[in-house]
């Protein structure tokens, strides 16, 4: 750089000035000067220094970076907060759409409905997801998909924000042609159906494990409004897999018996709370086999729960129908009811005396007595 105040006294050399900014000013130190720099050309580059709005210029020369053009200043966003955009504006910039997968177990109980999500969504276009409203069983397929989505950057004054989108993703069911392959599907796994339980009942366990997979493979392909069936495939899968000691599996295999069950009083409650009561049963066996004592203890109760009510419900059925006797169709629904009472009662005395055994195991005998004075109870009901 040449210096027109000092270049008449022949004067060259290097002087070493580091510059530190404070706001609008800055401080100038000198370090290092070379010996051969007389103190004039540290001053001479101290004058040089012109303060300016964003930091310092070196007067009638231009500062390069090691040779290159100077770096540029970054100019943020003027926006801070995240802009709201209309339906219209958010379409025209979404460029990539994912579609949903649809939960099993929803199109099995024939849940469908729209989730709406709001969708904060950065200046690069990535996407984070928070709930509006949606059914619980699909709204965790519409959040994956909605992390998949992409935006072109939202500009405002010539810069990327954030924006905040709000969509609505839809699950429907395609019901046409269903029932021909319902049909189709419910002759095959009722050929099926017949094949596990009969291996079952012979004992031959090992034969019927295989059978009954293949079996709750089938019904899972049922369409929605089949999920007494799906339960009940589930539950035989189990059970070959419990009576071959295989436990672990078992226990697996009954506890999807018991969300199919789970879902299917969510959709159909009048029908619902008997195949629940089975699957708590069959879900306490699997859990108490494993050791699981305390969540098994749980299952028991809400299944016996259950079980009193439905054999309640039949006997209340059943002295109305006495009261009738005069009528033909009041003797049919009279013997409906002693049956339904009949199949409540023993089912719940069988599931007492599993339960007593339970308690037991967990010495809590006190308790375990209490179960078995029940179990007596329904077993002779004169003793009452």
Known sequence: M???????????GEVCVRVTMTGRWFTAVLTAPPVTAPGICAIAAFALL???????????????????????VANPSPIATPIEVSDE???????????????????????????????????????DVSVISGHPMLVQEAINAAKQWRFAPFIREGH????????????TLDEAGE???????????????RICRQFIERRLYAKAEAECITLAKLAEKLPPGYLGMCRQAYAYTGDAFWFQGKLPEARAWYQRELSTAEALMESQSDIGSRELAHAYYDAAHGSQGIGEFTRARLYYERAEKIMEG???????????AEREKSASESAARRDDAQSEKDYWREMTESLLRDYA???RAMGDTRAAEKAERKAQSLSHPESR
């Open 89 to 127: 504006e958010a379409a025209q910039h979404l460029t990539r759409r994912v579609s949903p997968r649809y939960p099993p177990l929803a199109k099995t109980a024939r849940i469908r409905g729209n989730v709406g999500l709001s969708l904060r969504v950065s200046p690069e276009g990535s996407v």
């Open 179 to 193: 029932f021909s392959r319902a049909q189709r599907l419910s002759e095959d796994y009722d050929k099926q159906e």
């Open 310 to 320: 439905e054999r309640k419900q039949a006997e209340s059925v059943l002295h109305k």
């Open 2 to 12: 040449q210096v027109p105040a000092i270049s008449s006294f022949s004067v060259q």
């Open 50 to 72: 012109v303060p300016s709005s964003f930091g310092f210029v070196l007067a009638q020369e231009e500062a390069q970076v090691g040779g290159g053009e100077p770096a540029p």
């Open 357 to 359: 055994g339970l308690l």
């Open 160 to 171: 990327p924000v954030a924006a905040n989108v709000k969509v609505e993703i839809a699950f």
